[in-house]
């Protein structure tokens, strides 16, 4: 039997070793955790020893595993036109998108895939993985992340060995090719195709999720419902998932008369199967080796305990590839997991209804930092619909699914009712979630922490479930939400104040952040074009600048309440995620142009914030507000015609020491009319429609005498911005340009008299 605790403490050895080569500050955080345990517990020089030969090896791995994590492909491998490829997972095609993870001379790439008809949409279909295919198309690199603390592709794909992607422009002949690998992934495929053709249309995507940890058909609203209410984890397939499938079969294996060792060797295979055909998820990973551990150490006559087969499979997990350190189902998988097993004697002695208290409590309170970390966000209703909606999925939804799923490959009767039942079943949860998700009130965004805040509330976390440990819980919950409440207080009052031109490609959208919360402003939301689609052509998962970027964004800043959404005029590049921010965040008012809202896009907007009863108010010259030390004043328009471009909303601000201007899409007509009435100069303008040369006028810049000069466009647009002609004007005059197509978001930072620029690429 293996000495108690060692395998923590080898696994923590290996998480160290691991962190110092990709993480130092994570890795020295983790090994003074380590060190200051092994002297509180007084353990034997042999337990120091292993530990400390632990971290040189996991160290030394992860730093050969970096080394050789780059691309083997050559320069002429990837400047052909004509490649051949091997699908290597099942593809997600998604309205005229078609994405999947293929190989090229053995390396993993990214595939794109723009399709150009309805029936080459149902031939791809087709396409299982193994399928080896003769394309024409162009390599590019993944791009990293054009704004602060949003998610980073290229890093993400990094991790998982991916360096390139391959947009393909088209597909020629296709073979299978056959393998155990790609028969696993295949029986998948059938699956998830069985489940589309014989499941009612609702549920398709939750028995998909259920049975095969596969999400994609789950409805956008829903997944953001289930966020919401902190158990969107139940749609997936967890640890408890796992271990839920494995203890049915292992009953009814039982129960038709199969010796035990018999019924261990199924298992085991089961497992196996189990994890590949469900994608391998680390959840599935690890819960599926944890069980398969356990039986073959129980054959050996090893007893192996809960926690020694979790440490064992960490620290396996972590040897075999360094990188899924960083994956957040791994974090969460284990830190839950771990917390779940250190608590159990507490959670044990408790009645059933009290242990489901304890172990909820315990889940949500360990997963709450790592939430935080990626997500700036935590559900306050998490805690109570997991206590409902853990047993319901576990005892109810999840089995109703596997037994329809099974009995769907014959027809019958009781089939046929079973999912009629299933559909109401389904779509009552739906119901609902729903009704749950409109409370005020269901999740707090805290913002993304600092490395710092990140490794106080990692020592905090620990001190805590040392509390539980020595059965000094409520004072270890004080402490936990302490800490917590002081977090959110700072990030409200920072004494800091942010102005950010967010990259959202060709459009505007700029964040002024105030200090001590004393006021905050968008100045647009930025917006893409649409074009007409057939019906085949549509995605379930369209891209939204309002949704994926804005949104995102501000609550990574910890952004929550606007007190003033300024819409400078009717282009849709600069309204166009405004209906997202309405419906996502409390904004206290509106600022259009006089007479804007008759335009179509406009218009839509206004509805929108009438129906949420917001104010919206046609601003023009001599508008004014101030707050503190802080000045604003609407400079333009001048009259309540609206006629696009040149009756933008001009800002002219005095913020942070520095004298601003925020002109829109204002244009050479506009700025006459200024340097007619207004005699300033100012320290910072953003530059006029994009930098098109109708914009930017020679007088206007000698008037202004700018030191910096901001341009927001979109990396490579179609329309060319910012022209040359207004680049070397802005030159000539010696003004420091930042061009969100080339720096990705700009951010002037201050604090009392002092402010620093920086940009995303320097």
């Known amino acids: 039997m293996m000495n108690k605790g060692l395998a923590l403490y080898l696994a923590l050895s290996t998480l160290s070793g691991t962190l110092m080569a990709l993480q130092w500050y994570w890795g020295a955080f983790f090994f003074g955790v380590l060190l200051l345990s092994l002297f509180l517990r007084k353990e034997k020089t042999t337990v120091l020893f292993l530990s400390l030969l632990f971290i040189l090896l996991s160290f030394l791995n992860a730093i050969i595993q970096e080394k050789n994590h780059q691309t083997s492909l050559s320069y002429n491998d990837i400047s052909s036109e004509k490649f051949t490829i091997t699908i290597n997972d099942i593809p997600s095609i998604d309205g005229n998108t078609f994405v999947s993870r293929g190989k090229i001379k053995k390396e993993d790439i990214m595939l794109r895939y723009l399709i150009p008809t309805k029936e080459d949409k149902k031939l791809l279909k087709g396409l299982k993985p193994g399928a080896t295919c003769r394309v024409k198309g162009e390599f590019s690199q993944p791009n990293e992340n054009r704004n602060p603390n949003m998610f980073n592709y290229k890093q993400y794909l990094y991790q998982q060995q991916i360096f390139f992607i391959l947009s393909i422009k088209t597909i020629e002949e296709c073979t299978i090719h056959h393998s155990l690998k790609y028969s696993l992934m295949q029986w998948r495929f059938d699956g998830l195709r069985h489940i589309e053709n014989t499941f009612p249309l609702s549920t398709i995507g939750v028995t998909q999720a259920l049975i095969f940890g596969e999400s994609e058909r789950i409805p956008e609203e829903v997944m953001n419902t289930f966020r919401e209410l902190g158990v969107v984890h139940l749609l997936a397939i967890s640890g408890l998932h796992v271990g839920l499938v494995f203890f049915m079969l292992y009953f009814v294996l039982l129960r038709i008369g199969m010796i ?118 935590f559900s306050i209703i998490g805690f109570f619909t997991n206590l409902i909606y853990v047993p319901l999925f576990s005892i109810v939804i999840l089995p109703i699914t596997l037994f329809l799923f099974f009995m769907s490959f014959l027809s019958s009767k009781v089939t046929e009712w079973g999912m009629i039942l299933y559909e109401y079943l389904v779509k009552g949860v739906g119901w609902w979630s729903s009704l749950l998700s409109d409370l005020p009130m269901n999740t707090v965004v805290i913002g993304k922490p600092s490395i710092v805040i990140a490794i106080f509330y990692a020592a905090v976390m620990i001190v805590f479930f040392i509390g539980i440990e020595r059965r000094k819980g409520k004072y270890a919950f004080i402490l936990y939400f302490t800490v917590l409440t002081g977090n959110i207080l700072w990030n409200n009052y920072q004494p800091f104040g942010e102005i950010i031109f967010i990259d959202v490609g060709q459009g505007d959208s700029i964040l002024i952040k105030q200090p001590f ?100 108010k046609e601003v023009k010259y001599p508008h004014v507000w101030h707050e503190q030390n802080n000045q604003f004043y609407i400079i333009s328009p001048h009259d309540d015609k609206y006629e696009g471009n040149n009756d933008s909303i001009v800002l002219y601000a005095e913020i942070g020491q520095l004298k601003w201007m925020f002109t829109g899409d204002l244009e050479a007509k506009g700025e006459e009319i200024i340097r007619e009435f207004f005699d300033f100069e100012v320290d910072v303008l953003k530059v006029g429609h994009h930098g098109s040369k109708t914009s930017t006028t020679e007088e ?37 340009v930042l061009n969100t197509g080339e720096n990705g978001a700009v951010t002037y930072r201050f604090w009392y008299k002092e402010g620093t620029f920086s940009a995303q690429f320097p």
């Open 260 to 377: 035990r060792e018999n019924v261990n060797n199924v298992l085991l295979l089961f497992l196996f199967i189990y994890t590949m055909i469900t994608g391998g998820a680390p959840p599935v990973i690890r819960a599926s080796s944890m069980c398969m551990i356990i039986i073959v150490s129980r054959r050996w006559s090893k007893s192996l305990t809960t926690l020694d087969s979790l440490s064992i499979i960490f620290s396996l997990y972590l040897f075999y590839n360094p990188f899924s350190v960083f994956n957040v189902g791994f974090q969460l998988s284990f830190v839950v997991s771990l917390s779940i097993i250190l608590s159990s004697e507490n959670i044990i002695s408790s009645s059933y209804v009290i242990q489901l208290f304890k172990v909820t409590a315990v889940a949500q309170a360990s997963s709450l930092p790592i939430m935080m970390y990626h997500f700036y966000e």
């Open 700 to 736: 206007f810049l000698s008037e202004l005498n700018p030191s910096v000069a901001i341009i927001s466009a979109g990396e490579n647009n179609r329309f060319n911005h910012p022209h040359p002609e207004v680049i070397d004007r802005l030159k000539r005059h010696g003004i420091k």
């Open 517 to 616: 919360n004393r006021g905050t402003y968008l100045i647009d939301t930025g917006g893409e074009m649409s074009f007409p689609k057939e019906e085949w052509e549509i995605k379930q998962h369209s891209f939204s600048v309002g949704e994926d970027i804005l949104v995102p964004f501000l609550k990574s800043k910890g952004v929550t309440t606007l007190d003033k959404l300024i819409l400078t005029h009717s282009d849709l590049d600069h309204i166009g995620g405004a209906q997202d921010l309405l419906n996502q965040l409390n904004i206290k008012e509106v600022y259009i142009s006089p007479n804007s809202w008759q335009k179509e896009g406009m218009n839509q907007v206004v509805k929108a914030a009438y129906e949420k009863n917001l104010p919206v």
